[in-house]
C-alpha cells in the first residue's frame, strides 16, 4: 500500500497552499505541517481522518492515541481534542485527509446496505466516541478516488458524492462500522449523549448542571455519567472544563487580554483559570498567548 500512499500524497501536495487547506471537494480538509507541532486545539465534529505521511498523537480527555498511515481515526462525537505531529521535516512533511461525516448521507447509506455487511460486532454498553483502526487497501483506494478529484475540479460536483459514499461504506465495513451507526441513528446512546453535549458547546460558559443535561439526554443521572465519560474519555463537568480552556486559548490567540479572558469563558476566579490553563497547556495565559501569536498561521488556526 505504500506505493498508493505515496501517489495520493503526491497529487495532494500539488494542490496543498497553506497547513490548513480546504479542499474544493465538500468535506475535504488536508493538513500539512514540514516539523513537530506542540500542542493544538482543537474541536473534532464527526469525521475520519487518513494520514498519508507522518506520525500524529491526539489526547482527548484521558485518552492518548498515536497513529500514522497504516490507521485511521474516527469521531463519532464533538470531541475537544489536543492533536501533535510528531514526524515531520521540509524533506517528509506530515501530510493528512480529513472528511467531514455527513449524518444524512451516512444515514442513507446504512438504509441501503445488508445488517451482515457492517462490520465488527454492535456496540456494547459504553461506545467509545473515537477510535483508530487498521487501513486496508480498498479504504485506501477509496480516498484514493476522491483525492484525484482535485485534478479534475469539473468532475467534482457529479462524482464526489459517489466517491464520498464508497470511502463511508468501507468505513461500514471495517470494525469501526458500528461506531459509525451510532452517528446516524437518532435514539442511540452516542446520538443521545450527542444531544447534550451540543448544549454544552453553546452554553460552555455557564453553570453545568447534571441532572439538566440527563434530563436533555434522556438518561437517568447515573447512566448519562457513565455513558458520557465511555464514550469522550471525560466526565461532563472535565468536558466543559476542556471547552473553556479551548475557547480561552482560541481568545488568546486572537490577542484577547489574559486577564479578561477567564471570565469570558465562565470562569469566576482567575487564579484557578490560570492555574488550569497552565497545567492544560504547559504555560500560564499570558506567556502562552505571546508564545501563540509569535506562531502566526499556526496560531490563527488553532
Known amino acids: 500500500m505504500q506505493e498508493t500512499l505515496d501517489s495520493i500524497r503526491t497529487q495532494v501536495m500539488r494542490h496543498v497552499d497553506s497547513s490548513y487547506y480546504e479542499a474544493p471537494i465538500p468535506r475535504v480538509i488536508i493538513s500539512?505541517?514540514?516539523?513537530?507541532?506542540?500542542?493544538?486545539?482543537?474541536?473534532?465534529?464527526?469525521?475520519?481522518?487518513?494520514?498519508?505521511?507522518?506520525?500524529?498523537q491526539v489526547a482527548i480527555g484521558d485518552a492518548v492515541i498515536d497513529y500514522d498511515a497504516s490507521s485511521y481515526f474516527v469521531a463519532s462525537l464533538d470531541l475537544p481534542a489536543v492533536g501533535r505531529v510528531l514526524e515531520a521535516s521540509p524533506e517528509k512533511p506530515y501530510v493528512a485527509a480529513a472528511l467531514r461525516i455527513d449524518r444524512a448521507i451516512l444515514a442513507d447509506l446504512i438504509a441501503s446496505m445488508d445488517a451482515g455487511a457492517i462490520g465488527?460486532?454492535?456496540?456494547?454498553?459504553?461506545?467509545?466516541?473515537?477510535?483508530?483502526?487498521?487501513?486496508?487497501?480498498?479504504?485506501?483506494?477509496?480516498?484514493?478516488?476522491?483525492?484525484?478529484?482535485?485534478?479534475?475540479?469539473g468532475d467534482i460536483a457529479m462524482l464526489a458524492p459517489m466517491r464520498e459514499r464508497e470511502i463511508l461504506y468501507r468505513l461500514l465495513q471495517g470494525p469501526l462500522g458500528h461506531q459509525l451507526c451510532q452517528i446516524a441513528i437518532e435514539d442511540s446512546r452516542l446520538s443521545r449523549v450527542r444531544r447534550a453535549i451540543a448544549w454544552m458547546r453553546a452554553h460552555y460558559d455557564q453553570a453545568l448542571r447534571t441532572a439538566a443535561l440527563a434530563e436533555i439526554a434522556g438518561m437517568s443521572g447515573a447512566s448519562f455519567h457513565r455513558h458520557f465519560k465511555a464514550a469522550t474519555a471525560m466526565s461532563?463537568?472535565?468536558?466543559?472544563?476542556?471547552?473553556?480552556?479551548?475557547?480561552?486559548?482560541?481568545?488568546?490567540?486572537?490577542?484577547?487580554?489574559?486577564?479578561?479572558?477567564?471570565?469570558?469563558?465562565?470562569?469566576?476566579?482567575?487564579?484557578?483559570?490560570?492555574?488550569?490553563?497552565?497545567?492544560?497547556?504547559?504555560?500560564?495565559?499570558?506567556?502562552?498567548a505571546e508564545r501563540l501569536r509569535g506562531m502566526g498561521a499556526l496560531g490563527a488556526a488553532i
Open 120 to 153: 465488527s460486532e454492535p456496540p456494547a454498553s459504553g461506545q467509545a466516541g473515537f477510535a483508530v483502526a487498521a487501513v486496508t487497501a480498498e479504504l485506501l483506494d477509496a480516498w484514493g478516488g476522491l483525492l484525484a478529484l482535485l485534478d479534475r475540479p
Open 32 to 56: 500539512t505541517m514540514t516539523e513537530p507541532t506542540s500542542g493544538m486545539v482543537t474541536i473534532y465534529e464527526p469525521v475520519t481522518c487518513l494520514i498519508l505521511q507522518g506520525t500524529k
Open 236 to 288: 461532563p463537568l472535565q468536558y466543559q472544563k476542556t471547552l473553556r480552556l479551548h475557547a480561552a486559548r482560541r481568545l488568546l490567540a486572537g490577542g484577547a487580554e489574559a486577564s479578561r479572558t477567564a471570565y469570558s469563558v465562565g470562569y469566576e476566579s482567575a487564579s484557578q483559570f490560570s492555574r488550569e490553563y497552565a497545567r492544560a497547556f504547559g504555560a500560564p495565559p499570558s506567556r502562552d
